[in-house]
């Protein structure tokens, strides 16, 4: 191990303590409502914007609402009013659909725009048109999705998906795809006065898709535990306050652009990184037997599949190795990895059992697997 990662991971490990010092009540996180985010770039800011943000309810949104509180900024959001609703009573909440029902924006003024809910493309063309005149900045939450994954490595100029179905406005089915129109009915709109955001994996209390948030809980339920691969493939995510906040920063430095929102490393991460930070924020008994691809592959014909591993070899190898060179160059700050960790697994605790007992585990496939590797000779 190089002297670099040897000092990435002590700095997470030292992270780890003084997270401990501070005590289960003081980590931020998300329950009932969304605690303040760390101090990031753009946090001392003393312009106070007005801030419009479509969405505000569900993973992201909350992030980015508290983040824009904690800087100081008006806040108004617009989503449908059926998730969440209890959270921030405090902001201004506008009450309509993406899908033809804008009335609620009609005739008001911002001097950002945050839109986190476009997936679909005429969605984005109409809430663009609609607000042209009245932000400042249109800044769009995209997506990593939007790349071509057989790609060795992958920049925000890399080549995107071809789009095979202009006209489909089908998410489940061709969502990267999608997001690329989404990227340009923003662009060619507002030109510099736009800027793009293109998260990968998003982690971090609140996450509802488990993802990452797999990997802590796994770890924390004890036992052997498979880790698929080497130990040195690559691994990439982004924490969800890392995220709201390079998105506020960019914002206040009123940049335009398009930016990959990955991490959580300034270099590439490995999938034992990855899985020793979290082994360090949990007192399980555990053990990691590392497996192999090739033999992950070969099981009755279909590839067991492990969240956040994609095998370095397979055709969507790429997906590992997003550059964020140009957003670190413009303010994006990444927490250490025993932080994230942490503060998942103890959101993570605090939901409700129906909640908890909803993340895939798979301790009896995982069983079988490893009797089979054990067995092999």
Not at 285 to 302: H, P, S, Y
Not at 327 to 342: F, K
Request: proline share 5%.
């Amino acid at each position: 191990m190089s002297t670099t990662r040897r000092k990435f991971i002590q700095n997470s490990a030292g992270a780890m303590g003084a997270i401990g010092a501070m005590g289960l009540g003081s980590a931020a996180t998300l329950s009932a409502a969304v605690g303040s985010s760390a101090v990031g770039p753009g946090s001392a800011s003393s312009t106070s914007k007005k801030l419009l943000i479509l969405g505000g309810t569900g993973f992201i949104g909350p992030h980015m609402v508290q983040t824009s509180l904690d800087r100081g900024h008006e806040v108004t959001i617009f989503n449908r009013g059926k998730t969440n609703t209890h959270l921030f009573p405090q902001v201004e909440k506008l009450v309509g659909d993406r899908d033809g029902q804008l009335d609620a924006l009609k005739g008001r003024d911002w001097d950002a725009v945050i839109d986190n809910t476009g997936y679909v493309p005429r969605h984005v063309r109409d809430s663009a048109d609609l607000l042209k005149g009245h932000v400042g900045r249109y800044l769009f939450t995209s997506t990593g999705s939007v790349y071509g994954f057989s790609q060795d490595a992958i920049d925000e100029d890399s080549p995107l998906q071809e789009i095979t179905h202009p006209d489909s406005e089908d998410v489940g089915q061709h969502y990267g795809q999608l997001k690329v129109l989404c990227e340009q009915a923003v662009m060619v709109r507002y030109g510099s006065a736009g800027t793009i955001v293109r998260p990968h994996i998003v982690a971090g209390p609140g996450d509802t898709t488990d993802r990452y948030t797999y990997w802590p809980a796994r770890i924390d339920q004890g036992g052997e535990v498979i880790v698929p691969g080497g130990t040195a493939d690559p691994v990439q995510y982004i924490d969800v306050r890392d995220l709201s906040e390079f998105c506020l920063h960019l914002l206040a430095q009123d940049t335009t652009g398009i930016f990959n929102g990955a991490g959580p490393a300034y270099s590439q991460l490995s999938m034992q990184e990855l899985i020793y930070a979290i082994r360090g924020v949990t007192s399980a008994d555990v053990k990691f037997t590392w497996i192999d691809g090739e033999f992950l592959k070969g099981l009755d014909g279909d590839p067991v599949r492990f969240p956040m591993w994609i095998p370095p070899d397979s055709e969507m190898g790429g997906w590992a190795k997003i550059s964020i060179a140009r957003s670190v160059a413009n303010g994006l700050t990444m927490r250490p990895l025993a932080r994230t960790a942490y503060e998942t697994l103890k959101w993570f605790k605090e939901q409700p059992q129906e909640r908890r007992e909803n993340i895939e585990l798979n301790l009896e496939r995982d069983a079988g697997i490893l009797e089979k590797w054990h067995s092999k000779g």
